[in-house]
């Protein structure tokens, strides 16, 4: 038994070596091939603090990194292999899956064809890519990759998955039967074999319309195979590819996702059968393809909790919460339009008002470092930061102003939570603030339920992030709109502060807004105070009957909404379903500010 000093004397000349042989596996690729060098690891521990756990391999798509656990190496006895191994890995960044996007893209293909085992997706697009790298490197570059996989079987136990698998590879490579470790003759198996052989060589260029394909052949064989699972994921080197990365594109389904979503058996490139039925009957080869009823149509967005699987299964890390901020950040973008803005009169000299609070939101060069340092002698970003507010005095100079936006969004049990299904006042809410801070305006978001059921900004801000996470949230408790925060905003305003609208999202629940506060104050009387010192009006969005004002006559709440729109001004705009709130979220931004700006008004 070699000792502790001998260890690392022998994994230090296997670390030269492996190194030295770095250029010529780029090189296998193209002398024009770059990447960075490899993260070689000595100790099994240096492997876990890069991410890689039970296999010898893995890549990394965000930052372009292949990392080798050189003593798991020695273990598998690879260590005469280190341009097969390092041209493997290389393969995975410029061949398949070569980016974060086209990586999540074919999980979430593969998916469709995996009903009720939709977590395998992420082990079959190992194999499937590393089928794609290893055909074409036994083949074209000539390595050796027959005898790694000779070297790596020898100590593993098979399972029908397994054994499929392996079966493909002797084929591809012209092997006798269980040179690889597929087991005895298997008329299955073979079957399914050539098609997988097939499969490989023919969507070679086109891999990600064959990644369906390939987990649809695997499926049936995945139901029934327990064994397998364990050695594949043993030498799965892209299940952390996606660590620290970022997806764009993903909440759409792409065109051909859900179609490519067949068994080779069924595809006539891969099937000499119903290629020549399709050419005998042209009637029938043109004959556009069914879409099973419980499939959405082509372009059709996700919901979020699918969206989450398929980034977890890419290797992305995250909480429901934080993939939800990602998802309403990316179904809000194609909507986005510039926040409408006032002019008013300035004169050509600012003047010093005071101080507000410095977030991250606002440009760095913002900070008056003297006066934060002056509050708090150690600076914490976003706590102690302030910066200076400038006024001005009326002149002949005009400038725009934005409009900024306090937003009450209902989510009480009524309400769906936003990180499981699609909430339309979640991402309408996305929408109209994710305009406001890129026409420059600040948003204050407050997410409501029942009794001090409530999470906010807690003030106006212009942290993306931040307003996203209280959109995304969920209470699903009772109904009791927060009086106090509305109060709380307003009363402290002065006359020359930013003119503000505010915009409430909810449903007949809204009627508590006009309820005592916790002081035994009527609510109608904060609420009129709080219009009159916004100084840009005010919305109710609600998901009511088209028939409320006729309701309103025996219902207490729609009277309560009739009496606000009539004696305080409240535009009240009726939804009939959750779904047009994207429509409204467009057309209020457009109509009410952009028109608004160009008559130069601030309220109605």
Same mark, same amino acid.
């Given at each position: 038994?070699?000792?502790?000093?001998?260890?690392?004397?022998?994994?230090?000349?296997?670390?030269?070596?492996?190194?030295?042989?770095?250029?010529?596996?780029?090189?296998?690729?193209?002398?024009?091939?770059?990447?960075?060098?490899?993260?070689?690891?000595?100790?099994?521990?240096?492997?876990?603090?890069?991410?890689?756990?039970?296999?010898?391999?893995?890549?990394?798509?965000?930052?372009?990194?292949?990392?080798?656990?050189?003593?798991?190496?020695?273990?598998?006895?690879?260590?005469?292999?280190?341009?097969?191994?390092?041209?493997?890995?290389?393969?995975?960044?410029?061949?398949?899956?070569?980016?974060?996007?086209?990586?999540?893209?074919?999980?979430?293909?593969?998916?469709?064809?995996?009903?009720?085992?939709?977590?395998?997706?992420?082990?079959?697009?190992?194999?499937?890519?590393?089928?794609?790298?290893?055909?074409?490197?036994?083949?074209?570059?000539?390595?050796?990759?027959?005898?790694?996989?000779?070297?790596?079987?020898?100590?593993?136990?098979?399972?029908?998955?397994?054994?499929?698998?392996?079966?493909?590879?002797?084929?591809?490579?012209?092997?006798?039967?269980?040179?690889?470790?597929?087991?005895?003759?298997?008329?299955?198996?073979?079957?399914?074999?050539?098609?997988?052989?097939?499969?490989?060589?023919?969507?070679?260029?086109?891999?990600?319309?064959?990644?369906?394909?390939?987990?649809?052949?695997?499926?049936?064989?995945?139901?029934?195979?327990?064994?397998?699972?364990?050695?594949?994921?043993?030498?799965?080197?892209?299940?952390?590819?996606?660590?620290?990365?970022?997806?764009?594109?993903?909440?759409?389904?792409?065109?051909?996702?859900?179609?490519? /979503?067949?068994? @080779?058996? !069924?595809?006539?490139?891969?099937?000499? $059968?119903? &290629?020549? #039925?399709? *050419?005998?009957? %042209?009637?029938?080869?043109?004959?556009?393809?069914?879409?099973?009823?419980?499939?959405?149509?082509?372009?059709? /967005?996700?919901? @979020?909790? !699918?969206?989450?699987?398929?980034?977890? $299964?890419? &290797?992305? #890390?995250? *909480?429901?919460? %934080?993939?939800?901020?990602?998802?309403?950040?990316?179904?809000?973008?194609?909507?986005?339009?510039?926040?409408?803005?006032?002019?008013?009169?300035?004169?050509?000299?600012?003047?010093?008002?005071?101080?507000?609070?410095?977030?991250?939101?606002?440009?760095?060069?913002?900070?008056?470092?003297?006066?934060?340092?002056?509050?708090?002698?150690?600076?914490?970003?976003?706590?102690?930061?302030?910066?200076?507010?400038?006024?001005?005095?009326?002149?002949?100079?005009?400038?725009?102003?934005?409009?900024?936006?306090?937003?009450?969004?209902?989510?009480?049990?009524?309400?769906?939570?936003?990180?499981?299904?699609?909430?339309?006042?979640?991402?309408?809410?996305?929408?109209?603030?994710?305009?406001?801070?890129?026409?420059?305006?600040?948003?204050?978001?407050?997410?409501?339920?029942?009794?001090?059921?409530?999470?906010?900004?807690?003030?106006?801000?212009?942290?993306?992030?931040?307003?996203?996470?209280?959109?995304?949230?969920?209470?699903?408790?009772?109904?009791?709109?927060?009086?106090?925060?509305?109060?709380?905003?307003?009363?402290?305003?002065?006359?020359?502060?930013?003119?503000?609208?505010?915009?409430?999202?909810?449903?007949?629940?809204?009627?508590?807004?006009?309820?005592?506060?916790?002081?035994?104050?009527?609510?109608?009387?904060?609420?009129?105070?709080?219009?009159?010192?916004?100084?840009?009006?005010?919305?109710?969005?609600?998901?009511?009957?088209?028939?409320?004002?006729?309701?309103?006559?025996?219902?207490?709440?729609?009277?309560?909404?009739?009496?606000?729109?009539?004696?305080?001004?409240?535009?009240?705009?009726?939804?009939?379903?959750?779904?047009?709130?994207?429509?409204?979220?467009?057309?209020?931004?457009?109509?009410?500010?952009?028109?608004?700006?160009?008559?130069?008004?601030?309220?109605?």
């Amino acid at each position: 038994m070699r000792t502790e000093k001998e260890t690392l004397s022998s994994l230090t000349d296997l670390n030269r070596l492996w190194m030295n042989a770095w250029a010529e596996a780029l090189a296998v690729w193209s002398r024009f091939t770059r990447l960075r060098n490899p993260t070689l690891c000595l100790s099994t521990a240096r492997a876990r603090e890069e991410g890689l756990n039970d296999s010898f391999a893995m890549i990394r798509l965000q930052d372009q990194s292949v990392i080798i656990s050189l003593p798991a190496i020695e273990a598998y006895g690879l260590q005469d292999f280190a341009v097969e191994v390092l041209a493997h890995e290389i393969g995975h960044h410029v061949l398949a899956p070569a980016n974060l996007t086209d990586h999540a893209r074919m999980i979430a293909r593969m998916r469709w064809s995996l009903p009720t085992v939709e977590h395998y997706a992420s082990m079959l697009s190992n194999l499937y890519t590393d089928l794609l790298i290893n055909d074409r490197l036994q083949r074209s570059a000539e390595l050796r990759l027959v005898d790694v996989y000779r070297r790596l079987v020898d100590k593993r136990l098979v399972g029908v998955v397994w054994a499929l698998y392996m079966r493909i590879y002797e084929i591809l490579w012209g092997l006798r039967r269980d040179s690889l470790g597929s087991g005895p003759a298997n008329d299955r198996i073979d079957g399914d074999a050539l098609l997988g052989a097939r499969l490989i060589r023919s969507y070679a260029r086109e891999w990600l319309d064959g990644s369906g394909r390939f987990a649809a052949l695997f499926l049936p064989h995945l139901l029934e195979d327990e064994e397998s699972s364990a050695v594949i994921e043993s030498w799965h080197d892209t299940r952390n590819a996606g660590a620290g990365g970022s997806i764009d594109g993903l909440t759409e389904l792409d065109e051909n996702e859900q179609q490519g /979503a067949i068994h @080779p058996a !069924q595809d006539p490139n891969l099937n000499d $059968a119903l &290629g020549d #039925e399709s *050419t005998a009957n %042209e009637e029938t080869a043109h004959k556009p393809m069914e879409v099973s009823e419980d499939r959405p149509a082509g372009g059709q /967005a996700r919901e @979020p909790f !699918q969206y989450g699987e398929i980034l977890r $299964a890419a &290797g992305l #890390e995250l *909480t429901d919460h %934080e993939i939800a901020v990602r998802y309403y950040r990316e179904r809000a973008r194609p909507h986005l339009i510039p926040f409408p803005r006032q002019e008013r009169l300035i004169s050509a000299d600012p003047l010093p008002e005071g101080l507000e609070p410095w977030d991250v939101g606002h440009p760095m060069d913002d900070i008056d470092w003297m006066q934060s340092l002056i509050q708090s002698p150690e600076v914490i970003p976003g706590m102690t930061t302030v910066q200076r507010v400038w006024g001005t005095t009326e002149g002949s100079q005009s400038q725009p102003q934005p409009i900024d936006l306090d937003l009450y969004v209902d989510s009480s049990g009524s309400m769906e939570n936003p990180q499981n299904l699609v909430s339309y006042p979640a991402l309408a809410g996305a929408i109209i603030c994710l305009s406001a801070l890129r026409a420059g305006a600040r948003a204050q978001v407050t997410l409501w339920s029942g009794k001090n059921q409530f999470e906010t900004t807690k003030g106006f801000v212009r942290d993306e992030d931040k307003i996203l996470r209280v959109l995304t949230g969920y209470f699903g408790g009772g109904t009791a709109f927060p009086i106090h925060l509305l109060r709380d905003t307003f009363v402290p305003r002065r006359p020359g502060d930013r003119p503000v609208h505010i915009l409430n999202i909810s449903d007949d629940g809204i009627s508590t807004m006009f309820d005592k506060d916790e002081r035994g104050q009527i609510g109608w009387k904060v609420t009129a105070m709080a219009l009159e010192r916004a100084k840009a009006g005010g919305s109710l969005v609600l998901n009511i009957s088209a028939d409320w004002e006729k309701l309103s006559i025996t219902d207490p709440a729609y009277a309560a909404i009739r009496r606000a729109r009539d004696e305080q001004g409240w535009k009240v705009y009726c939804v009939s379903s959750w779904v047009d709130l994207v429509e409204f979220a467009k057309a209020f931004s457009r109509k009410r500010y952009l028109e608004a700006n160009n008559s130069h008004t601030s309220s109605e």
